[in-house]
């Protein structure tokens, strides 16, 4: 089946970039969505299909996918931006929705 | 706004059924879109169980087609889960989702946290 790799951790400076990586195979022939999730809540989708940002969700999250990896990345990072991070495709092989094994992003 | 709540026990007992249902409001399941049961494991990672269309379409993990099966009542704009012999394995939050076109989950409800001992 597909995997999605991620690292466990991530830390960053306030006011400094967090990059999150999400590796799989090919998955740059796939459409890639981020989640965040803060302790006790529900995920919140915070990018869809590579790159787009849903309604209320700040520009400060972006995202690129290429080749074998794609990447979240959080600009002008702030406490409240501490929570896990997970990716999450659609495998066709094998029809089913894949989720990348988390980030836990700490703010420094 | 679509909101989506879980309900169901918070405990089941190893080797029974676990029964939970997600009312949606907000919008009509009959209306389109599928709709999903996600779990999470306590300190673990995200788990599609099973995706459902209103029309009854459905598809399943693969690792738990055989222990699942997903139902939808669009009379009360719910959708269901059964998860058979269930283990402590199967312990986790459970989440009912709206999927977004086309593979994206883009309105969860807030989860329900299935316990499974004796």
């Known amino acids: 089946s597909y995997v999605l790799t991620q690292p466990p951790s991530v830390s960053v400076a306030p006011g400094q970039t967090a990059t999150i990586t999400c590796g799989g195979n090919?998955?740059?022939?796939?459409?890639v969505h981020w989640y965040q999730q803060k302790p006790g809540q529900a995920p919140v989708l915070v990018v869809y299909?590579?790159?787009d940002r849903p309604s209320g969700i700040p520009e400060q999250f972006s995202a690129s996918n290429s080749g074998n990896t794609a990447t979240l990345t959080i600009s002008r990072v702030e406490a409240g931006d501490e929570a896990d991070y997970y990716c999450q495709v659609w495998d066709s092989t094998s029809d089913h929705y894949v989720f990348g094994t988390g980030t836990k992003v700490t703010v420094l | 706004q679509v909101q989506l709540q879980e309900s169901g026990p918070g405990l089941v007992k190893p080797s029974e059924t676990l029964s939970l249902t997600c009312t949606v409001s907000?919008?009509?399941?009959?209306?389109?879109?599928?709709w999903a049961w996600i779990r999470q494991p306590p300190g673990k990672g995200l788990e599609w169980i099973g995706s459902i269309y209103h029309s009854g379409i459905t598809f399943y993990n693969p690792s738990l087609k055989s222990r699942v099966t997903l139902s939808v009542d669009t009379s009360k704009n719910q959708f269901s889960l059964r998860l058979t012999s269930v283990t402590a394995a199967d312990t986790a939050v459970y989440y009912c989702a709206k999927r977004g076109a086309p593979t994206y989950f883009d309105y969860w409800g807030q989860g329900t946290l299935v316990a499974v001992s004796s």
């Open positions: 090919n998955i740059g022939s796939k459409s």
């Open positions: 907000g919008y009509s399941i009959s209306s389109g879109y599928y």
């Open positions: 299909n590579d790159n």
